[in-house]
């Protein structure tokens, strides 16, 4: 099938091809009811229930497509979008917009040393060499050291004052953990979840650069702008069903004001009358991250039949 020909009309969201946050895109847009076949080696796949279709990039270029406006919607990390902000600024028309966060996906931009190392501190490396594969925030950053007047550190022959970097950045694909060990490098900006890279590479974070997290972006002129919305609300719903349980007990009515406070909802907890004179069911929305602390405090306060119950979806505001 010409795929490209298939293409007009269709709103282009970009994915991520493969890599740490692919897997967890396909089960959001599973879960927001994005029906899609991917042929073999194919990195476009036309959506079957909507007028939309699925671009599958590397996790570090979509903001570059979504930013130019030639794909609609992306998700990506904020590491990468922050990172292409620094090398093409934003204007009127281009750049991106974040619709959300996520919640996968959480790492940090670090700056690493050697642990044994006489470095503890990232003006310790102004002057010296830097790999990473965030070339542009590692520059802006080191540039910002550099101008923060940091005279102590600052070369004879140094020209930060005038805009010029004396930090030496050095970019690679891949595997930046090891540049200290092969001595390409004084220290590495890389990123760091589990720390367990860098513990193995016998290194140590002495500054952060960026937080990041998976993010939904779109262009600043998407082509159906009413598409994006339906996609958003859709994701979101997603996003929150994973992220709450809905939490169902009967407590005496003259506790209510008391478990309304355990329990206060989204909104408010729905509170229905029972058979029994005096008592009350009560169903809430509840942070699943909060759910066995909530528990333990509603069966302290005399509340019976504590239910927890997964959420398959949701449309809440
Ligand atoms: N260890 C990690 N934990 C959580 N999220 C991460 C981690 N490493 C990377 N990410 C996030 O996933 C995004 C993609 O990184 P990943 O390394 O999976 O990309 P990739 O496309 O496979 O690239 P590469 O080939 O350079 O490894 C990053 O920009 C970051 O937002
Ligand atoms: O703190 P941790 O949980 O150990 O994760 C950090 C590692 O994860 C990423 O690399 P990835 O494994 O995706 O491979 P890469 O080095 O090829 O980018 C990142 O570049 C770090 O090396």
Redesign the pocket.
């Known amino acids: 099938m010409d795929l490209v020909n298939h293409l007009n009309d269709r709103l282009l969201f970009a994915v ?7 897997q967890a895109c396909l089960d959001l847009l599973t879960g927001s009811d994005i029906k899609f076949h991917r042929h073999n080696r194919l990195d476009i796949a036309l959506v079957q229930n909507l007028p939309l279709a699925l671009v599958f990039l ?3 270029d979509i903001p570059i497509f979504v930013g130019e406006g030639s794909v609609d919607l992306g998700i ?5 979008v922050a990172e292409h902000e620094a090398t093409v600024p934003p204007t009127e028309t281009s750049g991106t917009v974040e619709i959300m966060d996520l919640g996968f ?3 940090k931009l670090q700056v690493q040393v050697p642990e044994k190392g006489s470095i503890e501190k990232p003006e310790q490396l102004i002057g010296k060499k830097i790999a990473t ?1 965030f070339t542009a925030l590692s520059q802006s950053y080191f540039r910002n050291l550099e101008s923060q007047g940091s005279n102590s550190h600052a070369q004879p022959n140094g020209d930060a004052a005038h805009g010029g970097l004396r930090t030496q950045i050095t970019t690679l ?2 595997s930046v953990e090891a540049a200290c060990a092969l001595g390409v490098a004084d220290g590495i900006v890389d ?4 720390g367990e ?1 860098m513990k193995a590479a016998g290194l140590k974070a002495i500054a952060t650069v960026v937080s ?3 993010i939904l972006i779109k262009s600043k002129h998407p082509s159906n702008p009413k598409l994006v919305d339906i996609i958003t609300a859709r994701i979101k719903g997603v996003i929150t069903a994973q992220r709450y349980v809905l939490c169902t007990y009967n407590v005496e009515r003259r506790l209510l004001h008391q478990a309304s406070q355990i329990t206060p909802g989204k909104r408010a907890p729905t509170v229905n009358s029972l058979e029994e004179d005096d008592w009350v069911a009560v169903q809430a929305m509840v942070e699943r991250s909060k759910i066995a602390e909530v528990m333990d405090d509603l069966a302290a306060l005399g509340a019976t039949d504590i239910l927890v119950t997964k959420l398959e979806n949701s449309r809440t505001t």
Do not use: I, N
Not at 191 to 194: G, I, K, Q, R
């Open positions: 991520p091809k493969k890599g740490r946050l692919q590397p996790a570090a990506t990390g904020r590491d990468t996906g959480a790492c594969s694909s891949g990123l760091v979840e589990s890279t990041s997290s998976a």
